[in-house]
DNA sequence: CCACAGGGCGGCA
DNA sequence: TGCCGCCCTGTG
């Protein structure tokens, strides 16, 4: 592995706490110097905010070339993306959202590993964050490659790290083994969801084609992806926007504001129809800022 | 210490 | 149709 940087001009707004935080991604997490380090597809990246400059080294295979670096920093964070005018379009007339998308205006939608997002909002499923991300790291460290980062210069890099495991790796595992990965009832979902994957009973790269309804549709034949986890992979992985996670944050801010309904379906409807393509954006600001302000 | 949230699915009433 | 248990950790 090679250590690689870069730097961009920061792009409006963007804030790494309310990226990291506000609950698409398992595997980031905060250095003293208020740098985030995180684990994605094939390496990990490093990245600080300073003087209005968005810094970000990695460690990625020693063939990369810097262009392709670059590329995925800017594919990973949706830097291609005009996040003020979106906001601009949910909050017309609407000053409830305005005041969710002032709490949370630094947040941006990832495009991470639609395999990694299947395996791990099957693992959200009744569960909490902090036990998530350990489920996540357990499995990756016994079935993921290691990191090895000896010659790293950044010291937030310096340590050793472990990839998310491919469909091959992870179909080592037995049932019993990923109980031991601390995925309780949730293991044999993860099982037969990478067994489908490996004979191609569920083509992931497919679904990048596809409508979000259809894409939905196919996500959903997989024991353990219901409504909810469905939309976390389609938002979070597919950059399918018009995706509405509801949990139950989302199910009482929405009463609180909008809706008099705790049915998910009629919920989901409802922010289709008034937040259109940008539904799932609209769904992040609205989360964030209700899981961060507990009040009732 | 205990009660309960988490939000998918199968089983049971 | 609606509700409970599953597995287990974190929070109040």
């Known amino acids: 592995m090679k250590e690689f940087y870069t730097c961009f001009d920061n792009i409006y707004d963007l804030n790494l706490k309310d990226t990291f935080t506000c609950g698409q991604c398992f595997r980031w997490y905060e250095n ?3 740098s985030y380090t995180g684990v994605i597809k094939d390496g990990v990246l490093n990245i600080i905010i300073k003087n209005k400059k968005i810094a970000v080294s990695g460690l990625f295979d020693d063939n990369m070339k810097q262009s392709d670096f670059e590329k995925i920093v800017k594919d990973y964070l949706d830097f291609g993306r ?16 305005k005041e969710a998308i002032k709490f949370g205006k630094g ?14 909002f099957i693992t959200s499923a009744c569960n909490n964050i902090p036990r998530i991300s ?3 790291d357990n499995i990756s460290k016994k079935y993921g490659k290691r990191i090895k980062v000896d010659d ?22 037995s049932v019993e083994d990923l109980r031991g ?7 044999k979902y993860v099982f037969e969801a990478t067994k489908k994957v490996l004979t191609k009973e569920l083509d992931l790269n497919s679904l990048k084609n596809m409508d979000y309804m259809k894409a939905k549709k196919e996500l959903s034949k997989i024991a353990g992806v219901g409504s909810k986890v469905a939309d976390c992979i389609l938002l979070f992985s597919y950059s399918k926007m018009e995706a509405f996670p509801v949990d ?19 919920i989901e409807e409802y922010a289709h129809n008034k937040f259109g393509e940008y539904a799932g954006i609209a769904q992040q600001y609205l989360f964030y800022y209700k899981r961060e302000n507990k009040k009732t």
């Open 82 to 97: 005009d996040y003020k005018e979106i906001q601009k379009v949910i909050s017309k007339n609407d000053d409830s959202m």
């Open 181 to 187: 990965c601390n995925l309780g009832f949730r293991d």
């Open 107 to 120: 947040i941006r939608i990832l495009n991470q590993d639609p395999w990694e997002m299947l395996i791990s």
């Open 152 to 173: 790293a210069k950044n010291p937030n890099l310096r340590r050793e790290f472990y990839l998310f495991p491919t469909p091959n790796e992870l179909g080592k595992a």
């Open 134 to 136: 350990k489920t996540i």
């Open 32 to 34: 003293e110097d208020a």
């Open 248 to 266: 139950t944050w989302i199910k009482q801010i929405m009463n609180e504001i909008y809706i008099d309904s705790k049915n998910a379906k009629k």
